[in-house]
């Protein structure tokens, strides 16, 4: 669930290039956190070097954790007040640090294995990143607004790639899945592999007064400017500038462009709405607990089942994924018996 939550939260392909950058620290091969230990309260982050964990002979500072967690506790406070927000800003917080542990014990194996990475191989990484910016001076600045040197930042791709090599060589390199198994899953669970009906959908939302959302009362003032902005899209107005100059949510950035969703993707009462409006149409103002919503539909593709043949690597890659997610699990628990962690 929070993965989700996390995942639409990081709307744009700018903003997950920036996330990127804040969050290099954490390995994109690690599957699950398995280490639960209690973390200071989930109050605003502050920039303090004090050592949040230990693992081995190296630490986990509080600044390094920050880099990290600050982005995501952004938009988390975005989109979310009170209990919901606490319980959310501390459910991310443990898992964030659990993969920072976790991230740190597999870096340091890959080291007790002798798994080299060149300057070549940094350089051919940190080029991929590059070319997701406009220019060297936007990269620099956006390195800068995430904590970020690009020294700093090239130590973290070493250690990425490293920790990437070592799951293809213990996790990945000893998954093996048999024909069979492909054909027997597919045949236990044909459901899971029809494509589901989809829509391309772009949002604008406006956030209900936050005073509002706590009282549980009415939110006119919002409701009414939601109101002027769909005449204004009557009238022909673009929604993509629209939603550029008002929009509130993740997807704002870039016009309120979502993506395709399968149906099923939203709350029932939405998925309803989404999918029985035409082909490049704009929903009416629809309330939310949040907010207000506008949406416009763009293409819509069917519903697809397809054959065996048609589908036998995704199946294939999907029973790849859990083997090794298991394996993952099996290895990760025996290099915490064998390290000495401890959270601050």
Same mark, same amino acid.
């Given at each position: ?73 952004? %938009?988390?406070? $975005?989109?979310?007040?009170?209990? +919901?927000?606490? &319980?959310?800003?501390? !459910?991310?917080? /443990?898992? =964030? *640090? ?112 936050? %005073?509002?959302? $706590?009282?549980?009362?009415?939110? +006119?003032?919002? &409701?009414?400017?939601? !109101?002027?902005? /769909?005449? =204004? *899209? ?111």
């Amino acid at each position: 669930m929070i993965e989700k939550a996390v995942a639409l939260w990081y709307g744009t392909a700018m903003k997950q290039t920036l996330i990127l950058l804040a969050g290099l620290l954490i390995s994109p091969v690690l599957l699950q956190a398995q280490t639960a230990a209690p973390i200071a309260p989930a109050e605003a982050p502050q920039l303090v070097d004090r050592v949040v964990a230990v693992v081995n002979n190296e630490v986990i500072t509080q600044s390094e954790f920050d880099l990290v967690f600050q982005p995501i506790y952004a %938009q988390v406070k $975005e989109h979310s007040t009170g209990s +919901e927000f606490q &319980k959310q800003i501390g !459910e991310i917080r /443990l898992k =964030l *640090l659990n993969q920072m542990i976790e991230d740190k014990l597999v870096y340091q194996e890959s080291k007790k294995l002798g798994i080299e990475v060149s300057d070549s191989d940094v350089a051919e990484q940190l080029g991929e990143i590059k070319t997701q910016f406009p220019d060297q001076q936007t990269f620099e600045k956006e390195l800068k607004v995430s904590g970020l040197s690009e020294e700093n930042l090239k130590k973290q791709l070493r250690e990425q790639i490293a920790i990437t090599r070592l799951h293809h060589q213990v996790i990945r390199g000893k998954v093996a899945v048999p024909p069979t198994e492909v054909e027997n899953y597919f045949k236990e669970h044909p459901d899971e592999f029809i494509e589901k009906e989809r829509v391309e959908v772009w949002s604008l939302t406006l956030q209900k007064d936050i %005073q509002s959302v $706590e009282k549980g009362v009415a939110d +006119e003032k919002t &409701k009414k400017k939601a !109101e002027e902005i /769909l005449a =204004l *899209l009557h009238k022909g107005e673009d929604f993509v500038a629209l939603a550029k100059q008002y929009s509130q949510d993740s997807s704002s950035m870039a016009g309120g462009y979502v993506g395709f969703v399968e149906k099923g993707h939203f709350f029932e009462e939405l998925d309803s709405i989404l999918f029985s409006l035409p082909q490049n149409s704009i929903s009416e103002v629809i309330e939310s607990e949040r907010g207000f919503h506008i949406f416009k539909v763009g293409k819509k593709t069917p519903r697809v089942e397809k054959s065996f043949e048609e589908i036998r690597e995704k199946v294939e890659d999907k029973l790849f994924k859990i083997k090794a997610h298991e394996r993952f699990v099996s290895w990760m628990e025996e290099l915490k018996k064998q390290a000495y962690i401890a959270v601050k």
